[in-house]
């Protein structure tokens, strides 16, 4: 079976004091994850090494960085490295997620540029996609999701590309409440899969596929029981422990 992963990535939020609260009451409510179940948590950067030492330790659970700098170092003010991150041990990072791409300007090339320096250093890049409002209502979302994969991603063998996760996530459904219903996200999702088994054949029976847009602890299960969702990307709904916990007790 392909990984399950519950990914929380908490954006520009909480504390010091805050962060470490919420670790520990996710980490104390009862979860048990399977061999092939997965957590991981994208918190910000200050928090990463506080975050590495919480979860010391505990079997499949994973601290992600939630973004990263396209350079391996250099005078670049105020960015990451991904060489920074490895030697905190991290082992995600998010790249190209739809608030990067809109309020940054992160263009597909750049995104290509971001994956290679994560593999490059051995950590697995959570490579989101998606599409606006707009080009749903158009229709046209499979090609629009089809050409993020293929200008960041499709340059990569199949050996690397089964090192990355892909996050489908439509904007439209990003803090506004909406959600996919779970036939949308099979749908698109099922789509992504055949376009990357076009290009790398039995590669797309191994990459997980999370969906990412207002997932909660009331709609997970549904959404997960999908054949091609492999669990879920999480937004707001990661910032509350019991929320979050009944989302990882959601994995198939």
């Given at each position: ?15 010091l004091?805050?962060a ?29 090494q ?11 659970v ?9 350079k ?14 490895r ?8 790249i ?19 994956v290679n ?43 690397q ?8 996530e ?21 789509h992504?899969?055949?376009v ?7 590669v ?18 549904e ?6 969702v492999?669990?879920?990307?999480v ?18």
């Amino acid at each position: 079976m392909r990984k399950q992963i519950a990914a929380a990535n908490w954006k520009m939020n909480l504390t010091l004091q805050q962060a470490e609260k919420l670790l520990d009451d996710i980490i104390a409510k009862p979860h048990e994850l399977k061999q092939h179940q997965q957590v991981v948590f994208a918190v910000p950067f200050p928090y990463l090494q506080m975050a590495q030492q919480k979860i010391a330790g505990k079997q499949n659970v994973f601290i992600a960085a939630q973004n990263c700098y396209s350079k391996k170092s250099g005078a670049y003010t105020g960015e990451v490295s991904v060489e920074m991150l490895r030697s905190l041990g991290i082992s995600y990072v998010i790249i190209g997620h739809s608030e990067r791409r809109e309020y940054f300007h992160e263009s597909n090339e750049l995104l290509a540029d971001k994956v290679n320096i994560c593999l490059e250093n051995n950590i697995t890049p959570i490579f989101c996609c998606g599409e606006p409002l707009n080009i749903r209502e158009a229709g046209t979302q499979n090609e629009y999701v089809e050409k993020q994969l293929d200008e960041s991603l499709f340059h990569l063998t199949g050996e690397q590309l089964q090192k990355i996760v892909i996050a489908y996530e439509p904007i439209w459904a990003i803090g506004t409440g909406k959600t996919a219903t779970s036939a949308q996200a099979q749908e698109i999702q099922a789509h992504l899969r055949s376009v990357i088994k076009d290009e790398y054949n039995h590669v797309s029976d191994i990459i997980p596929i999370l969906y990412g847009g207002s997932v909660k602890g009331s709609n997970a299960k549904e959404l997960f029981s999908q054949p091609d969702v492999d669990g879920g990307l999480v937004g707001g709904a990661s910032l509350n422990a019991d929320e979050f916990v009944t989302i990882i007790n959601s994995l198939k």
